[in-house]
């Protein structure tokens, strides 16, 4: 199936002008989310003030929680003179005053990146070399032809249902979708069973899905009074939601979060002498946005406690700091539940670790890390995925599902064909493509930089085939996924 999926894959984008032009431009100086090595890159807007630590000189059982009562919350005085804060810093102050107290990181983090009015996500593109950062499909088709294999192998294992609905979460641009649509387009009895469902937030990006899809919207007729929108690119249904629930249930799912969950919203929690306590934001006299510690327990500790149960004793012992994502609990549990009823599998692909995460949580703005406080909504948030935390959820929430990986994208890309892949495209494309090709391959399988680079040092293409994780969460009929056997 490998090798015939590679073969046949459709024209390659570097035959179409205007798909492939854009791709030359990506090839080096602009920032993937996950390029910085070191934290020392990252502006340290982690400082927290009245830390009260110094007394601490053996570290607190794991998941300790102890309430300091000292700290009452004492909301600054806010001026009344015309501030020029924007729409979204006004809010979030506004929520802070209201509240009377400081919030999680976590609800900062989800009112900057998708809320409704001014968060980053929302009214603009924010990808590629005018944008902020670039994702992986951004760098090449191939990664997505990639993603395509590996969807029509799941579909073979499923037994090649007749109706499938294929789950994008967070499609960005679309890009990813439009190119595996490409590459399976075919393989009609494949994409002739899809039925396309896009989870986004933002309308400017699902405006962009629609048409980087080519979609038409056929108009309503008597008997079907609901607009039915294709996409031209295979043939196929798409529908878009605002979360993965209200996509319809009782059909086979196939499910891709690329670079979803490193999105969903973060706590942060900080040891101290009275134990863990959250990190939480707040307004400085100065009325700025700083962090402070939280006085007495907060309702996400309990997912603190939850985290730390999943964890060895050691694993925690040595950790500072901790970082928890419920949302990414509770979307794992929605998908494992989907996938249990309705057959099928999930692949998630993200930077992140095997284990619990410490702290990373990291802001980008115009390709360069800037400090997490300054200018919410202006840059995008993003933090490292906990994949053992998915692990976890997943086999909390059904029997019925099994769990893969993570492997990293290098071996994920790698297995499915990347390498016969490029060849093909290299065989027909002129020098400029071709060391397009090569720098997008190097890319998405690549460690660290390229080896043989002869552009300006700086724009050496920095390889992320090890930082990013693949796992699968499939229903446990269909065996094990290509390619985590
Ligand atoms: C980092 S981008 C990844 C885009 C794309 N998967 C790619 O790799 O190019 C995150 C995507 O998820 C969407 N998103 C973020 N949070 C979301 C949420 N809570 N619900 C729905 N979509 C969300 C964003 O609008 C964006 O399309």
Known sequence: ??????????????????????????????????????????????????????????????ATISVDRSGLYNPPEHSHEPSSDSELVKHLKGIIKFRGGPISVAEYMEEVLTNPKAGFYINRDVFGAEGDFITSPEVSQMFGEMVAVWAMCLWEQMGQPKRVN??????????????????????????????VHLVECSPALQKLQHQNLNCVDEEPTPDKTDKKTVSTLAGTPVSWHAALEQV????????????????????????????????????????KFRFVLSPQPTPATLYLAKRCKWATTEEVAKLE??????????????????????GGGALII????????????????????????DDPGSADLSAYVDFASIRHSAEEASGHVSVHGPITQSQFLGSLGINFRVEALLQNCTDE??????????????????????????QAPIGMGTRYLAMAIVNKKQGVPVPFQ
């Open 166 to 195: 294929l789950v994008e979460l967070g499609p960005g641009r679309g890009t990813l979708m439009v190119d595996l649509l490409r590459g399976a387009s075919k393989f009609k009895n494949f994409t002739e069973s899809l039925h």
């Open 1 to 62: 199936m490998l090798r015939r999926v590679l073969q046949q894959a459709s024209i390659p984008r570097h035959i179409s002008h205007t798909f492939f032009a854009p791709r030359l431009s990506y090839s080096s100086p602009f920032l993937l989310r996950k390029c910085s090595s070191s934290s020392s890159e990252i502006p340290q807007s982690s400082f927290v003030e009245h830390l009260d630590d110094k007394n601490q000189t053996t570290p607190q059982p794991p």
């Open 433 to 458: 493509q071709a060391e397009s090709l090569r720098t997008g391959y190097w890319r998405l399988v690549g460690d660290g930089e390229a080896p043989v680079w002869e552009g300006p040092e700086e």
């Open 248 to 287: 319809p249930s009782g059909v086979p799912t196939i499910i891709i979060a690329h670079e979803f969950y490193d999105a969903l919203p973060v706590h942060q929690f900080q040891r101290a002498s009275r134990g863990w306590c959250e990190k939480m934001v707040d307004v400085a006299e100065d009325s």
């Open 350 to 373: 993200d930077y992140g670790l095997n284990g619990v995460v410490s702290d990373s949580l990291q802001a980008i703005r115009k390709h360069k890390f800037v400090n997490i406080l």
């Open 321 to 342: 700091q901790i970082e928890v994502c419920p949302k990414a609990m509770e979307l794992t549990k929605t998908i494992a539940e989907r996938i249990s009823s309705d």
